[in-house]
Structure formats: structure tokens, C-alpha cells
């Protein structure tokens, strides 16, 4: 197996994106470690997950709660002693145009976006650092690279996401913990399920590979530079959108 017993801890694990990526690094012999706000918002990828690999561990905690966050690193250190890999991958969006920001949802969307990716970082390298294989992956978005009308709040946080990844895969190298990201573009989600035609026809027009991605082709991307095929990569951002971006 690609990640044979390597722990894994997987933010946002409820839905979309973080779900299938859990499923999909079981099935490759991870133990996942599962986040969430809720186990009740758990429930269902802890069932797929125990039906396709090892049964998963589950850390509950609000992102934007610090202390929350040490505990449920400790949880994982008391668990298992040590973390091989770490999916950022819990976010928010709030889309608007610029004049109809709120800076409270700037705050917010800040925080738990970019502060709070920074800070499981840190805490996650405490548990890496006896390890020379290790390997973190933060998910940003294609917004973040190119930007979008309409979204320049979330659009200014997944870029604080690639700036972040490069910095510290800069600093870590030599730990032997390599730091990459991924920029989905427009992926068939609970996120943008609520997109109108008119508007989803507009994207679909701008991708060169004529359809929408699911959240398992971004899953497989991730899958991959958490295992050993991508042992010489670091500080990448790699783009899982159709050819939008080329």
C-alpha cells in the first residue's frame, strides 16, 4: 500500500473535499485521523472509512480554537506518538464583491483560512519531527492564484495559503517534512452546488477540459504528494482544475 500505517490527519474530514480524501488515503493504508466540529458531522466518514481501511481516530475541535487545537494534537501524540502527514483542508468561503466585504467576514474568513492552517502547522511538526518522510498538504483554491470577481476576500486567503506553503517548505526541508498545496478550481461540491446554471455555464466555458473535476481527482493529487512518489517535492502548488489555469 502507497501510505502503508502512515497516520494521517485530515481536516474538515465531514464532507467534500476532506471526506473523499480520507476515503481515499484509507484505501491506500493510511490510519486517518478524522477532524471535525461535531462527531455527528463525522458520522458518515467514519463509517466509509472503517468500511475501506484501518477504523479512523477522530480529534473534535473548532478551527479557530487554539486550545481546542493542542488538545486534539495531543490526543493524536497520546494515540500514536508521532503524524507522518497533515491535509489542511477545513475553510470557509464567503463570496461578495469588494464593496460589500464585511471586515468581520475578512476576520473570519482570515482565521480560519490562513491562521488556523498556520497554527496546525506548527502544531503538527512537534509530532513530525522524529520523522524524515513527512509530508503536509494545504488546500488552497485556483482563486487564490489567479483571483475571481466576486470572491476577493477568498480569493486574498487561499493566496496567503500558497505564500505560506512556499515560505514554510523553505524552512522545513531540512527537517525532512515536505510542505506542498493544492488549487482545486471548480469541483463538483456541496460548496458550489449552489451555483446557478447561467453562472456554472460561464466557468464551464473557461475550462479548457470542457467539465467540471470531482473531489476524488483532487483526492488523488493529494494522495500523492503525501506519499514516497513525491519524495523531491516541496513548496509546489499544484493546480486540480480542467486546464482554467495554464
Known sequence: ??????????T???????????VTL??????VVLHGRSMESLAETIEVVSAVGLAPFVVIY?????????QGTMAIKKQFGRLDGLVNNAGIMHEGLLGMVKIETM???????VTAVLQQMQLAAKL????????????????GVQGAEGSAAYSASKAAVVGLTKSVAKEWAAKGIRVNAVAPGF?????TAHYESKRKETVLNKIKMHRFGQADEVAN???FLLSDLSSYVTGQTIGVDGGMVI
Open 1 to 10: 500500500m502507497m501510505l502503508n500505517k502512515k497516520i494521517i490527519l485530515v
Open 12 to 22: 474538515g474530514a465531514s464532507r467534500g473535499i476532506g471526506q473523499v480524501t480520507a
Open 26 to 31: 484509507a484505501k491506500a493504508g493510511a490510519q
Open 62 to 70: 473548532d478551527m479557530t480554537d487554539e486550545a481546542a487545537m493542542k
Open 107 to 113: 476576520h473570519e474568513m482570515m482565521h480560519v483560512n
Open 128 to 143: 513530525m519531527t522524529k520523522n524524515d518522510t513527512s509530508s503536509i498538504v494545504n488546500v488552497s483554491s485556483i482563486i
Open 187 to 191: 469541483i463538483e461540491t456541496d460548496l
Open 221 to 223: 493529487v493529494i494522495l
